[in-house]
């Protein structure tokens, strides 16, 4: 295959990797993006395959099967409350294919065509050393990022004394050691970029708080976008820098979204460290303050009477996998006249977007959808607010309590709406490691049970 040819190939299926990123943008047209992506990688894939440059297609081919293999049954077994960790998971593994490509090209640099070993062009060692040092800290703090998630690290921040001068001098020294990198070849040197990024991935996502995972993972996707671009740079791929180019830049833009949906310094979240500096002081304890429960029987009778009720999901529903009873619960509810709505926070759950793949998987109509800026005004005339399993980005504290880790972001204003119906297992805090003080509002009634098993009970209370 000519140059010229596999140019124009990279090109259409850059053309059609962009027309991916376009259909994503919009829950209606995300099917078709979808398939605009797996279009795009067929013929990247076919076209670099085709390339003369190969010279072990049996390698590739068991490459294939084992990954493939792999994300198949991955694919399949995973469930949609672990996709956080899995997308994490998967940013670590482009950053560790980065750091190979990486190694591999500082080894054996007469393969790539871009010298000889401790001999190679500046500007491709340039290339290299950016690709390695983003490479290496994508996939540690992905591992970490991983580790909040799933709960084997806990998710409050995890900070010392001197933190941000100590990655402010790793993070010069990491920009010395690539400077000398370009006037000094070493294999000292490389590994010493190598660890030294490691390190500050592991430095810049401990202290960041479970609340802001969902910004991290962002982040995270543009660090492996931008990975990938620097080596596409090495191999001299026309179609990794394009590909790797979109999927940083718009993974930034993603991470500047949410940073204005929880009221965080984009800077801050580039560098690591945000949302540490509070003390988890501004919980709220129950102390003596009484709070009212109730049954299914009182929340179907509450909101069949009701002429307008919002939903607000959250991780708990996740969890429990509730959203096909829900949906009923609102199909039913509709049936009798009631205007139901969803009001969905940008960073609820563990991923952006992670609440409205579930209500698309239970088939909730997108119309009925809304993010905060388009229904937040609306809870002061509904009569019900009903949430389930969502916790952090409903506490009035994000508003009222300056000492809080949450003061200054965004929430939903669900204590405005005339009856707040709260889903919740007890009483514990939420994942950013504070009480709801809307717990004990007098317009709040709680529902202690499973979020799936509430809303069957509500379904039956209903019918």
């Given at each position: 295959?000519?140059?010229?040819?596999?140019?124009?190939?990279?090109?259409?299926?850059?053309?059609?990797?962009?027309?991916?990123?376009?259909?994503?943008?919009?829950?209606?047209?995300?099917?078709?993006?979808?398939?605009?992506?797996?279009?795009?990688?067929?013929?990247?894939?076919?076209?670099?395959?085709?390339?003369?440059?190969?010279?072990?297609?049996?390698?590739?081919?068991?490459?294939?099967?084992?990954?493939?293999?792999?994300?198949?049954?991955?694919?399949?077994?995973?469930?949609?409350?672990?996709?956080?960790q899995l997308v994490a998971g998967f940013h670590s593994l482009v950053g560790l294919a980065a750091c190979f490509v990486a190694a591999a090209?500082?080894?054996?640099?007469?393969?790539?065509?871009?010298?000889?070993?401790?001999?190679?062009?500046?500007?491709?060692?340039?290339?290299?050393?950016?690709?390695?040092?983003?490479?290496?800290?994508?996939?540690?703090?992905?591992?970490?990022?991983?580790?909040?998630?799933?709960?084997?690290?806990?998710?409050?921040?995890?900070?010392?004394?001197?933190?941000?001068?100590?990655?402010?001098?790793?993070?010069?020294?990491?920009?010395?050691?690539?400077?000398?990198?370009?006037?000094?070849?070493?294999?000292?040197?490389?590994?010493?970029?190598?660890?030294?990024?490691?390190?500050?991935?592991?430095?810049?996502?401990?202290?960041?708080?479970?609340?802001?995972?969902?910004?991290?993972?962002?982040?995270?996707?543009?660090?492996?976008?931008?990975?990938?671009?620097?080596?596409?740079?090495?191999?001299?791929?026309?179609?990794?820098?394009?590909?790797?180019?979109?999927?940083?830049?718009?993974?930034?833009?993603?991470?500047?979204?949410?940073?204005?949906?929880?009221?965080?310094?984009?800077?801050?979240?580039?560098?690591?460290?945000?949302?540490?500096?509070?003390?988890?002081?501004?919980?709220?304890?129950?102390?003596?303050?009484?709070?009212?429960?109730?049954?299914?029987?009182?929340?179907?009778?509450?909101?069949?009477?009701?002429?307008?009720?919002?939903?607000?999901?959250?991780?708990?529903?996740?969890?429990?996998?509730?959203?096909?009873?829900?949906?009923?619960?609102?199909?039913?509810?509709?049936?009798?006249?009631?205007?139901?709505?969803?009001?969905?926070?940008?960073?609820?759950?563990?991923?952006?977007?992670?609440?409205?793949?579930?209500?698309?998987?239970?088939?909730?109509?997108?119309?009925?959808?809304?993010?905060?800026?388009?229904?937040?005004?609306?809870?002061?005339?509904?009569?019900?607010?009903?949430?389930?399993?969502?916790?952090?980005?409903?506490?009035?504290?994000?508003?009222?309590?300056?000492?809080?880790?949450?003061?200054?972001?965004?929430?939903?204003?669900?204590?405005?709406?005339?009856?707040?119906?709260?889903?919740?297992?007890?009483?514990?805090?939420?994942?950013?490691?504070?009480?709801?003080?809307?717990?004990?509002?007098?317009?709040?009634?709680?529902?202690?049970?499973?979020?799936?098993?509430?809303?069957?009970?509500?379904?039956?209370?209903?019918?």
């Amino acid at each position: 295959m000519t140059d010229n040819i596999s140019a124009i190939l990279y090109l259409i299926s850059s053309i059609f990797f962009i027309l991916a990123l376009r259909g994503l943008s919009s829950p209606d047209s995300a099917r078709q993006g979808n398939l605009f992506g797996i279009l795009g990688m067929t013929i990247a894939v076919g076209t670099t395959l085709a390339l003369p440059t190969v010279l072990s297609y049996e390698v590739i081919l068991a490459g294939i099967v084992i990954g493939g293999g792999l994300g198949t049954f991955i694919a399949r077994k995973i469930e949609m409350t672990a996709l956080p960790q899995l997308v994490a998971g998967f940013h670590s593994l482009v950053g560790l294919a980065a750091c190979f490509v990486a190694a591999a090209a500082f080894f054996r640099p007469e393969a790539y065509g871009i010298g000889t070993f401790l001999d190679i062009n500046t500007g491709s060692l340039i290339e290299m050393s950016i690709g390695l040092a983003i490479g290496a800290i994508t996939f540690t703090g992905s591992i970490i990022a991983f580790g909040k998630l799933q709960g084997l690290i806990t998710g409050a921040p995890l900070t010392f004394p001197g933190q941000h001068f100590l990655n402010a001098l790793l993070g010069i020294t990491l920009v010395a050691l690539v400077a000398w990198m370009t006037i000094e070849q070493s294999e000292n040197v490389f590994w010493g970029i190598f660890l030294l990024s490691l390190i500050i991935g592991i430095l810049i996502i401990v202290p960041i708080g479970g609340a802001d995972m969902p910004v991290v993972i962002s982040m995270l996707n543009s660090y492996s976008g931008w990975a990938a671009c620097g080596i596409g740079f090495t191999l001299g791929n026309s179609l990794l820098i394009v590909t790797g180019a979109l999927v940083g830049s718009s993974g930034a833009i993603l991470s500047y979204i949410m940073c204005k949906g929880m009221n965080r310094s984009f800077f801050s979240v580039i560098l690591g460290g945000f949302g540490g500096d509070s003390e988890i002081s501004g919980a709220t304890t129950s102390g003596d303050k009484a709070i009212k429960s109730g049954s299914a029987e009182d929340a179907a009778f509450i909101m069949k009477n009701a002429s307008s009720v919002i939903i607000v999901p959250g991780y708990g529903m996740a969890v429990a996998q509730a959203q096909h009873a829900l949906r009923e619960m609102g199909e039913l509810l509709k049936a009798d006249g009631v205007d139901v709505r969803y009001a969905i926070h940008p960073v609820a759950g563990r991923m952006p977007g992670h609440m409205n793949v579930l209500l698309a998987e239970a088939n909730v109509p997108y119309e009925q959808v809304l993010e905060l800026d388009e229904i937040n005004r609306d809870f002061a005339q509904a009569d019900v607010a009903f949430v389930i399993g969502a916790n952090d980005v409903t506490n009035p504290a994000a508003k009222t309590d300056p000492s809080s880790p949450i003061y200054g972001m965004p929430i939903l204003d669900v204590e405005n709406a005339k009856t707040v119906l709260f889903i919740k297992r007890s009483m514990a805090s939420g994942y950013a490691g504070v009480d709801n003080e809307l717990f004990f509002r007098d317009n709040t009634m709680m529902l202690f049970s499973d979020a799936k098993s509430m809303c069957d009970e509500i379904v039956q209370a209903l019918n």
